[in-house]
């Protein structure tokens, strides 16, 4: 990330700030669909957050490479604030399948069952970190915690899967 790019969109220049989300945009569609299902939801959580970050772009840190998990704290709080929304729990959208590239396997499923049984908050870590690629230092602003907790978070949940899908490959 350039220093000059990081300046001139401090400085209100759209073409800048553009520039520096522009990468941002598809990790962070992703990552707003693992959160809410719903593909609608997630372009609008994105376009919030991308419009939330304009109005906020003179607190980025100069230097920095802080940028991505910012920005993904911003949708990340976009996400959870449509979640919150009366209408969100009132009505409900077919779930949307994403396509696989390959066959499913009779692993997937159960995999999936144990990761629909939890929470949002721990689907949206190992989506993180699993899907992603974020290291704990990015993830862990997302989230509200520190990149040890994050560290810690992502044990925990590994760990409590972990027998759930040994005992579901046995049969």
Same mark, same amino acid.
């Given at each position: 990330?350039?220093?000059?790019? %990081?300046?001139? @969109?401090?400085?209100?220049?759209? %073409?800048?700030?553009? +520039?520096?989300?522009?990468?941002?945009?598809?990790? #962070?569609y992703r990552m #707003?669909? #693992?959160?809410? !299902?719903?593909r609608e939801g997630?372009?609008?959580?994105?376009? *919030?957050?991308?419009?939330?970050?304009? /109005? +906020?772009? /003179?607190?980025?840190?100069?230097?920095?490479?802080?940028?991505?998990?910012?920005?993904?704290?911003?949708?990340a709080n976009e996400?959870? !604030? #449509?979640?919150? /929304?009366?209408?969100? !729990?009132?009505?409900?959208?077919?779930?949307?399948?994403?396509?696989?590239? *390959?066959?499913?396997? +009779?692993?997937? *499923?159960?995999?999936?069952?144990?990761?629909? /049984?939890?929470?949002?908050?721990?689907?949206?870590?190992?989506?993180?970190?699993?899907?992603?690629?974020?290291?704990?230092?990015?993830?862990?602003?997302?989230?509200?915690?520190?990149?040890? @907790? +994050?560290? @810690?978070?992502?044990?925990?949940?590994?760990?409590?899967?972990?027998?759930?899908?040994?005992?579901? *490959?046995?049969?």
């Open positions: 990330m350039s220093r000059d790019l %990081v300046e001139a @969109a401090r400085a209100g220049d759209r %073409v800048a700030f553009e +520039a520096l989300l522009r990468p941002l945009v598809d990790p #962070a #707003a669909f #693992a959160m809410l !299902s719903d997630a372009e609008d959580a994105v376009q *919030e957050g991308a419009l939330r970050a304009w /109005r +906020a772009a /003179r607190r980025i840190r100069p230097g920095t490479e802080s940028l991505r998990a910012w920005f993904f704290a911003i949708v996400c959870r !604030s #449509a979640r919150r /929304r009366r209408w969100w !729990s009132v009505l409900k959208l077919p779930e949307i399948r994403l396509e696989l590239r *390959e066959p499913d396997h +009779a692993g997937r *499923e159960d995999l999936r069952r144990a990761l629909g /049984r939890l929470p949002a908050d721990q689907r949206l870590l190992l989506h993180l970190y699993f899907c992603l690629d974020l290291p704990f230092e990015e993830i862990g602003p997302v989230l509200g915690l520190s990149a040890a @907790a +994050a560290r @810690a978070r992502l044990y925990r949940i590994t760990r409590k899967l972990r027998p759930e899908l040994e005992m579901s *490959e046995v049969f």
